[in-house]
């Protein structure tokens, strides 16, 4: 039977009517295009909540409500309701941003976020502890800039990504654009965000609100990045739509398309499973917006909307099969792919401190554990990031590591950036290990609403722990990337890093090694709801074989890949 | 089977057994049920007729054709929900009537009535039991959890093995169920993750006890007796006089971090005291002076606390007195008047004219005795003359935040302990820091009931506006749980300031619950520090002046509860001109609207 000829089952998705679909199809269908009744939950003063159907339809506005999980029970206690705060995550295509921008964001912070951001892992800005009243004033605030948290959340195309190396050159001033043109291309048209944030006048019209997602969007989150080899600094084998850059002489030519790539699992689930990205093959740099469409609207008319869990484009992939779901993405785009174009990845980890662009100016990369941007005894990462803001006269790139390059500097100007960081205490950020320097963690506790565990407020204590077992390997220059997460979903794109955590229960952890360098490969299971004795006891064991077997060069992933040290591992017996 | 098998020796002849069974024989089960209610008033109607004398006529269990059944789930996922309306689906299909509650909404008031009770129930984290269910937890395993004597239960306890306390919520509920009295019906299951097949085998084999024994006893068992317990004759009355001593269950804050009240939740058990009281009353409590405060005033005065005094004829000593009989923080005109008397102090003399009335207040509000007694020295004083000037200790009247109706034998009170800065020495209420620092848990105070009628909650479902700042909203928290539990219709309208939000929501989530399940209709709140200009309940009203009026048009009753000096006045001056502009009135007319209001008592007040 030819491809053409396979019947495609059809009972989960978007020809089915909504009562045979998931609640979220509904819910989404009567929302009058993401209005719900956010406008009237805003200011009701009894609760410091949105009602349940409002918190949804709110992630497609890119705002979550969570509370402050630390005092829940005290409060309950008190007869209080939870500690409700919103967190508000901007859009920011490619992670790019002005200094106007970057102190509008840090003034934000100061009056509504509790004097902390966080840049997030899909280099974009993240407020925490807004409380309700305070939302509609922060978003206005950074519309005063030209920013927006349209689909910073929900089941649309989120915020895309873009490499951000420090050696950059015009190829990657190209693919920003790019990443933004995207970007501006994807997310909803409804006017419900200008409507509920910016206070506008609801106009009549006949033209249909969403041309595109309809009124049911998308089955669920969908995430498009674009990569420059050789870095693979956003895990380009992570996205549900990837583009590798391809580029010439005359800079970008085109793309090596990869889809179906995605992090969250589900314990105990064993349908959900993390699954890198698969090449399909070259798509022209003048195809890319049809290419988009294309690829969103396979997913948007075949995905799963019966089985949130089985939503995302991977399964969808993998139900429909990858030559049929390819096939269909070229009917719709009217042209075949092309073979792919030969490329290769080195790392998907930063390059910190001064590097010289193309153009004789300078890009520095700063390291900011856990991208929290806050003020620290002894590090005023805030106040120092203001003072180089209110001097630079180039721009700031959010890295996917949730680090900060302060871009385009000239050679005068050097010295000026190093006595601001030297003043606020930033001069030795990079300075540390070099797993501490590829380490990510996600928020977890106590904001968010899904860690079963901590991970910010935890990682830094544990790296130092394994520092020690680095030292006594001699290991402590090794680049290794150590990922966090506070629960198995993988914002900190944990399934791919040599080391990674996923949160279980407080202070418990599933323990996962053998992921690729550059985040070609999936790592393994080899410790359940283990506690820190057993975490530590594990990867000194494996630390030492490494040391001693490894071959010259090769990373600590792939060491455990070749030498059966997983096997050894498993057979311990994953369990406590 | 035979129906010689249930033949209830002893209870009944065999002749009589035979007839019964001839006339169950024909009925339908309608009929049977019928009969069954019948057999069971006229039982009562028997045992009335005997002054309660008469002994039951078995020590059989209650009617079981009548036990009802409930199934109450706890959940985060849904699961145990869904498991929970399949149980019941089976249940009904069986000719059972089950009730479904979630924990999470299920009124805990009902556990003691509950009689066959089936639970499902996931664990989560440490053994814990899902967030919505905590409170049902904490009520169960807690101190104030009733006997259960008269249930029969049975738990589905799901969870995951790959965890250290492997289905430990279900584990729990058990172990505390058994231990307040209950019965078990069946032993535990415990599910792992696929629960489905346990699930349902313990469901069938549960259902079809259930349904047998249903069946069987409502057609072969004739309905018991079950006494019912008259109240206790000839029980001591307590009153202010000779008041009761309660202990204390619980003394919570109900403020959050950073606010600037301490305002407790204070719970307070009445069994045994036969004491009751309506929704409006006060809970009168007998206090005393602190320690230190007592060893100031003896310091200050040159006395020794074991310094002897004969009170209405019983012999005490000063210190005891001071602690116990007399007000030794504010000082009163008379006190005034008799130290300087004693003390000579011309100044004394002089803030005592007629024309002097404000300064003397002025004095008073910035003097304690202990200030008045170091600032003008007697000396050579003894005992009987020093106390002659000082005014008894009087009880504190505190608004009581509950109603028998809802939470039985006890009496809840909000209490935010007056704390201040006198002369650079720190000073508190006599008895709301007395309450708040010493009342723990277990211990006890004597109290009694103030009735108040002129508070009180109009008959019948004539609408109410309640306004209330600060503890002032305590007396609401009664009305609401009494018009919950009567099942009354009538709407309700609450207007509560404070100072923050975030901290100072008294009993926010109470409130949350009762606009949500309807019993209170609407709610106004003033925050008076959130933001820049000041915001007071009275500010509320006026935004809300139509519907107001419109509501009083409609009969709707109003209450005032709380500040007397500010919020009262207040609240009565936004009344006066709510009345004046909504209803197109002059001013004295309007006054006299209101005046009318409170001669109908449709406009009461409890101000402090």
């Known amino acids: 039977m030819s491809i053409e000829d396979k019947v495609i089952d059809r009972s989960a998705d978007l020809s089915q009517p909504l009562e045979n679909l998931g609640p979220d199809e509904t819910l989404k269908a009567h929302s009058d295009y993401l209005r719900g009744t956010i406008a009237r939950a805003l200011v009701d003063p009894i609760t410091g909540s949105v009602p349940f159907e409002d918190n949804k339809l709110m992630k497609f506005h890119g705002i979550y409500q969570q509370d402050d999980r630390d ?21 920011l295509p490619g992670g790019v941003c002005t200094t106007e921008q970057w102190l509008k964001i840090d003034s934000l912070a100061q009056q509504h976020g509790n004097n902390t951001v966080r840049l997030t892992t899909r280099q974009t800005f993240q407020f925490h502890w807004v409380v309700k009243e305070d939302v509609r004033p922060t978003i206005q605030g950074l519309h005063d800039v030209l920013l927006d948290t349209i689909a910073a959340c929900g089941d649309d195309s989120r ?3 873009c490499t951000a190396d420090p050696r950059d050159s015009e190829v990657h001033a190209e693919l920003a654009r790019l990443s933004k043109q995207v970007s501006d291309h994807v997310i909803p048209k409804t006017r419900a965000y200008h409507e509920i944030w910016y206070g506008a006048e609801r106009i009549a019209t006949s033209e249909p609100e969403e041309p595109f997602y309809g009124p049911t969007y998308l089955p669920r989150k969908f995430k498009i990045g674009f990569v420059l080899p050789p870095s693979n600094d956003i895990d380009v084998y992570t996205q549900d739509l990837g583009f590798i850059a391809i580029a010439g002489p005359d800079g970008v030519e085109g793309f090596n398309v990869a889809i179906g790539g995605g992090m969250g699992r589900t314990d105990n689930e064993p349908n959900t499973y993390p699954r890198l990205a698969s090449v399909v093959g070259f798509i022209p740099k003048d195809v890319l917006v049809a290419c988009t469409d294309a690829v969103m609207a396979v997913q948007r008319d075949y995905g799963n909307r019966k089985e949130r869990a089985r939503a995302r484009f991977k399964y969808t992939i993998d139900d429909k099969g990858l030559d049929w779901i390819t096939q269909e993405i070229e009917r719709r785009m009217g042209r075949a792919f092309e073979p792919a174009r030969p490329f290769t990845f080195t790392s998907n980890g930063d390059q910190y401190g001064w590097h010289e662009k193309s153009n004789g100016r300078f890009n520095y990369t700063l390291y900011i554990q856990n991208g929290r941007v806050s003020n620290f005894p002894g590090r005023a990462i805030m106040d120092g990031l203001r003072a180089i803001a209110q001097v630079h006269k180039g721009h700031f790139r959010l890295t996917p590591n949730q680090n900060l390059i302060i871009a385009d500097v000239a050679a005068e100007d050097r010295p000026a950036i190093d006595a601001l960081l030297a003043e606020h205490g930033l001069s030795e950020s990079n300075v540390g290990s070099a797993l501490r320097l590829n380490s990510i963690a996600c928020v977890a506790l106590p904001t968010c609403a899904l860690a079963m565990a901590e991970a910010e407020r935890y990682l830094p204590d544990l790296v130092s722990k394994i520092e020690k077992l680095l030292e006594a390997n001699g290991l402590l220059d090794e680049p290794i990337t150590i990922r966090m997460s506070g629960c198995p979903n993988g914002c900190s794109r944990p399934y791919v890093a040599e080391i990674a955590l996923t949160g279980r229960a407080p202070g418990k952890y599933n323990l996962y090694v053998g992921g690729g360098f550059h985040g070609e490969r999936l790592n393994r299971m080899i410790g359940e709801n283990i506690g820190e004795e057993k975490i530590l006891e594990i990867l000194g064991d494996l630390l030492g074989r490494f040391a001693r077997e490894r071959q010259p060069g090769e990373h600590f992933g792939d060491f455990l890949h070749r030498s059966e040290a997983i096997e050894a591992a498993q057979r311990l017996g994953p369990h406590e | 089977m035979t129906a010689h098998e249930f033949f209830p020796e002893g209870a009944l002849t065999l002749e009589q057994w035979q007839h019964l069974q001839q006339l169950s024989n024909s009925l339908t089960p309608e009929q049977a049920r019928w009969v069954s209610g019948y057999f069971a008033g006229l039982d009562a109607g ?44 089976a249940a009904r299909d069986q000719g059972l009537a089950p009730e479904v509650f979630d924990m999470a909404s299920y009124k805990q008031r009902r556990l003691k009535d509950e009689q066959d009770l089936l639970i499902v129930v996931s664990t989560y984290g440490e053994g814990d039991p899902p967030q919505p269910a905590v409170d049902f937890f904490e009520f169960v395993e807690g101190r104030k959890a009733p006997r259960l004597e008269q249930l029969r ?79 206790p004759q000839g029980a001591p009355a307590h009153d202010k006089r000779n008041p009761f001593q309660a202990q204390i269950i619980d003394n919570i804050p109900v403020v959050g971090r950073h606010s600037t009240k301490e305002t407790r939740h204070i719970e ?21 002076n602190e320690p230190q405060v007592v060893a100031a005033v003896l310091e200050a005065a040159g006395l020794s606390t074991d310094a002897p005094l004969s009170l209405k004829g019983d012999a005490t000593t000063l210190g005891q007195a001071l602690e116990r009989h007399f007000e030794i923080t504010a000082a009163t005109p008379r006190f005034l008047e008799h130290w300087a008397k004693l003390s000579g102090s011309s100044d004394l003399e002089a803030l005592r004219a007629e024309d002097r009335a404000s300064e003397r207040t002025a004095f008073l509000y910035g003097h304690h005795v202990v200030d008045i007694v170091r600032k003008f020295p007697v000396g050579g004083l003894d005992a009987e003359t020093f106390v002659a000037g000082l005014r008894p200790l009087q009880p504190r009247l505190y608004s009581i935040a509950s109603s028998m109706a809802s939470v039985g034998d006890e009496v809840h009170l909000t209490l935010s302990p007056v704390r201040y800065s006198l002369h650079g020495e720190p ?13 723990e848990p277990g211990s006890t105070i004597p109290v009694y009931v103030q009735s108040n009628p002129h508070f009180r909650l109009p008959a019948g479902d004539a609408p109410i506006i309640m306004i209330g700042a600060g503890t002032g909203v305590a007396p609401y928290r009664s009305f609401m749980q009494e018009r919950e539990v009567q099942g009354a219709q009538g709407r309700s309208w609450l207007f509560f300031g404070e100072r923050n939000f975030r901290s100072d929501f008294l009993y926010q989530t109470e409130w949350q619950t009762y606009l949500k399940d309807g019993v209170l209709t609407r709610m106004d ?68 609207y209101v005046r009318t209001l409170q001669r109908d008592h449709r406009y009461q007040r409890d101000v402090y």
């Open chain 2, 427 to 439: 000073r508190s209420g006599v008895a709301s820091a007395h309450l708040a620092d010493r009342a």
């Open chain 1, 159 to 161: 915020g895309v990504m």
């Open chain 2, 268 to 288: 307070i058990d009445l069994a045994g005291s036969g004491l009751r009281y309506e929704p409006g009353d006060a809970l009168g409590v007998v206090t005393a």
């Open chain 2, 153 to 231: 239960y049975a738990v589905l306890a799901l969870g995951d093995s790959t965890y250290e306390f492997y289905c430990e919520a279900g584990k729990r509920l058990d172990r505390r169920f058994e231990e307040l009295g209950a019965a078990r019906m069946f032993d535990r299951v415990d599910c792992d993750i696929d629960y489905d097949e346990p699930a349902a085998n313990w469901a069938t084999e549960v259902l079809a006890k259930l349904a047998a024994e249903a069946a069987e006893k409502a057609v072969a068992r004739p309905a018991a007796a079950v006494a019912s317990a008259a109240a």
């Open chain 1, 71 to 91: 005092i829940r029970d005290e409060r309950r206690r008190q007869k209080l309701e939870p500690d409700y705060r919103f967190m508000i995550r901007v859009r």
């Open chain 2, 525 to 592: 709140v003033a925050f008076s520090r959130d933001k820049a200009g000041k915001v007071y309940v009275q500010h509320r009203m006026l935004e809300r002046a139509a519907d107001l009026f419109a509501w009083l048009e409609e009969g709707a009753h109003v209450y005032v509860c709380g500040d007397a000096n500010a919020m009262a006045p207040d609240v009565h001056e936004a009344l006066i001109t709510i009345v004046a502009q909504q209803g197109g009135l002059q001013r004295e007319a309007a006054e006299d």
């Open chain 2, 46 to 89: 028997l045992l009335r007729a005997a002054g309660g004398a008469a002994a039951p006529v078995a020590a059989a269990e209650p009617a079981p054709a009548s036990r009802t059944l409930t199934i109450l789930y706890g959940t985060e996922t849904g699961n145990c929900r869904e498991l929970a309306n399949n149980l019941a689906a």
